[in-house]
């Protein structure tokens, strides 16, 4: 068997959750790798909270790169990549997702002698104003294996002329990752009774989303539609605030409503737990959609399409854009349907799939 040399890298919330099973194989298995860490989250709540809870090992690298235009922050990305992968001689970088981390990850690659993996291929949104979408197509088409989580993601791989040899059906790492940690948050998370919620009594919210709350009037629709359903449904909403939201909020003078509770963005754990026991959860979020979907817990996503439709497909999901009504709509709608639905992404061994396919 060849030895490789890997490099991990990852730069965001989401990645962090969604790499961390490929982490504990690497672990199991004795693989070592480079964990590259670009620094495009550097709260602590985004960041060292996520290392701490799911006790995952320092990155070997951090590029402290932080916030930045686009351009700017995806090249000084870039670069730092590029001198590690040279210098640490890697003949494989895996990604995760669809963030500019993950873009300045797969052109560095493909630039120098070293192979990419992408994980979480094939997903598409059609929207092409969304920076994620360009970021997935980018990587999708420069990567080597293509780490789709359903064959539908593989299916729209191949539409785009994609070779068949380059495309792997795995499943998606965040069920490794519920699975893991489900049980875990139900012992070690005093979320509820911290916020003093009752299981299937509250409405759990996210919205972080450039294309809606960096427009002021995405933004006031969507808090309108959350306040109706609260009233309508009379729960409370607890909404773990993005930073980028909280600025725009700021930056906008909008003020939340009554039935919204704000809070700091929770560790992987709280968080699990309360979308393990919310009535119902409205997001904009990719990683929400997928882990209500396990969850067995109803999702309605305020957004105009989903890169997702899986999630959609089985009925765990509804997508309605961001007009009051019919986020108020959606919701009744997810509430009154059974939850029985069969979730379409893997059963939690994508983690040694991807390291069984690159070894
Ligand atoms: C990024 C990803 C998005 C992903 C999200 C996960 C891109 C283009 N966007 O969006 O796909 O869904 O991460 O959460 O890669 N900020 C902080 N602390 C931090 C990080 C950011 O305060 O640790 C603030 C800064 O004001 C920054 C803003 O949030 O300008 C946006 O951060 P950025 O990393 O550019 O994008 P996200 O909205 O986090
Ligand atoms: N998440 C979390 N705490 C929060 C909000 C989200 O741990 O307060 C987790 C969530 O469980 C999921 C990931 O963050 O695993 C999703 O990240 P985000 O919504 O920021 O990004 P996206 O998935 O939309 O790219």
Redesign the pocket.
């Known amino acids: 068997m060849t030895e490789h040399k890997f490099a991990i890298v990852l730069g965001?919330?989401?990645e962090i959750?969604?790499l961390a099973p490929i982490l504990r194989v690497c672990d199991e298995r004795c693989i070592s790798y480079s964990l590259i860490h670009t620094g495009q989250h550097y709260s602590d709540e985004?960041d060292s909270v996520?290392f701490e809870r799911l006790n995952l090992p320092k990155p070997d690298y951090h590029l402290d790169i932080g916030s930045d235009s686009h351009g700017k922050q995806t090249s000084k990305m870039l670069t730092g990549i590029e001198d590690i992968v040279q210098t640490e001689n890697v003949d494989i970088v895996l990604v995760q997702?669809?963030?500019n981390t993950v873009l300045a990850g797969a052109i560095a690659t493909s630039k120098l002698d070293a192979k990419l993996g992408h994980i979480e291929a094939g997903l598409r949104s059609f929207n092409r104003d969304m920076p994620?979408e360009i970021n997935r197509i980018v990587t999708d088409h420069v990567g080597d294996f293509l780490f789709a989580p359903t064959e539908e993601s593989a299916t729209l791989l191949r539409n785009e002329g994609i070779d068949e040899s380059r495309i792997y059906v795995t499943g998606n790492t965040?069920v490794d990752?519920v699975q893991a940690n489900r049980e875990i948050a139900i012992e070690k998370s005093a979320v509820l009774k911290e916020h003093n919620l009752t299981p299937g009594e509250f409405i759990l919210m996210?919205a972080?989303?450039a294309e809606n709350v960096d427009d002021p009037d995405r933004l006031a629709s969507i808090l309108s539609g959350i306040d109706r359903v609260a009233r309508e449904l009379d729960y409370p909403v607890i909404y773990?605030i993005?930073p980028r939201t909280q600025n725009r909020l700021n930056e906008f003078n909008l003020t939340v409503p009554d039935t919204t509770r704000l809070v700091d963005?929770?560790?992987?754990l709280?968080?699990?737990r309360l979308?393990d026991t919310a009535s119902l959860v409205i997001?904009?979020?990719?990683?929400?959609q997928e882990?209500t979907c396990i969850l067995q817990t109803p999702c309605v996503t305020v957004r105009d399409s989903t890169e997702r439709p899986e999630t959609v497909s089985v009925g765990a999901n509804v997508v309605v854009g961001t007009d009051p009504e019919d986020i108020v709509n959606g919701a009744i709608e997810q509430l009154h349907k059974s939850t029985d639905w069969e979730a379409p992404f893997g059963d939690g061994t994508a983690a040694e799939q991807i390291l069984d396919i690159l070894l």
């Open positions: 965001t919330r989401p959750v969604k985004l996520f997702g669809d963030t994620e965040i990752a996210t972080h989303r773990p993005h963005p929770l560790d992987f709280d968080f699990l979308e997001t904009d979020s990719g990683g929400v882990e």
